[in-house]
Nanobody, 123 residues
Framework: QLQLVESGGGLVQPGGSLRLSCAAP????????IGWFRQAPGKEREGVSC????????TYADSVKGRFTISRDNAKNLVYLQMDSLKPDDAAVYYC????????????????WGQGTQVTVSS
């Protein structure tokens, strides 16, 4: 069973940057479409960005367009979420998820999930 591991979260000041990574130790991510999702306390989970297996299709939530960049390096078996110009509203637990079927922004379309990494944006 595919297992995903997120890393790179932490505390950052507003306007700062973080880069999250999604890995799958012992497995290859190459055939999987990957989505990044986040959930803040008291809020529903929301799709942040997704990338198709070959990077040819990328989607961003309106709230992060122009600030976040998703990418993948299939040779390194990693998917990244570069987050710039972070705002307090970006604070949440961030999850990566994988699916074979289609890259979407809907969490229900994904079969495999990581445990999440906390992002805190505060001065």
């Amino acid at each position: 069973q595919l297992q995903l591991v997120e890393s790179g979260g932490g505390l950052v000041q507003p306007g700062g940057s973080l880069r999250l990574s999604c890995a799958a130790p012992g497995f290859t991510l190459r055939p999987y479409h990957i989505g990044w999702f986040r959930q803040a306390p008291g809020k529903e989970r929301e799709g942040v960005s997704c990338i198709s297996w070959n990077g040819g299709r990328i989607t961003y939530a309106d709230s992060v367009k122009g600030r976040f960049t998703i990418s993948r390096d299939n040779a390194k078996n990693l998917v990244y979420l570069q987050m710039d110009s972070l705002k307090p509203d970006d604070a949440a637990v961030y999850y990566c998820a994988a699916t074979i079927r289609v890259a979407t922004m809907m969490g229900g379309d994904y079969d495999y999930w990581g445990q999440g990494t906390q992002v805190t944006v505060s001065s």
